[in-house]
């Protein structure tokens, strides 16, 4: 399984973002798919969430109305579009692929991460 985020960067408060995320090594269509992001000094917070086919998202509460998280399963990528940034919006964003694996008769889901991208709003 790899996530290769991208997009990332410097931007002015007020300003958009589009973040993507690569998957490859799974079956892409077949599982949701999560953003998440970390400050510095804080604990790595839950984004948003999509469903396998894109037909259910769930965000967090700060998140609403600024961050949409869509996906297209021909590309296997999810992305985040980021409006209306603000300065406490900087963070390094992951995505986060949860996977079962079935073990005789039990099924085991592993956590698969990104190795993040920067974003920085300042001006």
């Known amino acids: 399984v790899q996530l290769v985020e991208s997009g990332g960067g410097l931007v002015q408060p007020g300003g958009s973002l589009r973040l993507s995320c690569a998957a490859s090594?799974?079956?892409?269509?077949?599982?949701?798919m999560s953003w998440y992001r970390q400050s510095p000094g804080k604990e790595r917070e839950l984004v948003a969430t999509?469903?396998?086919?894109?037909?259910?998202?769930n965000y967090a509460d700060s998140m609403k109305g600024r961050f949409t998280i869509s996906r297209d399963n021909a590309e296997n990528t999810v992305y985040l579009q980021m409006n209306t940034l603000k300065p406490e919006d900087t963070a390094v964003y992951y995505c986060?692929?949860?996977?079962?694996?079935?073990?005789?008769?039990?099924?085991?889901?592993?956590?698969?991460w990104g190795q993040g991208t920067q974003v920085t709003v300042s001006s």
């Open positions: 986060l692929a949860v996977i079962s694996t079935v073990v005789g008769v039990t099924v085991r889901w592993d956590h698969y």
């Open positions: 999509i469903s396998s086919d894109g037909g259910r998202t």
């Open positions: 090594g799974f079956t892409f269509s077949s599982y949701a």
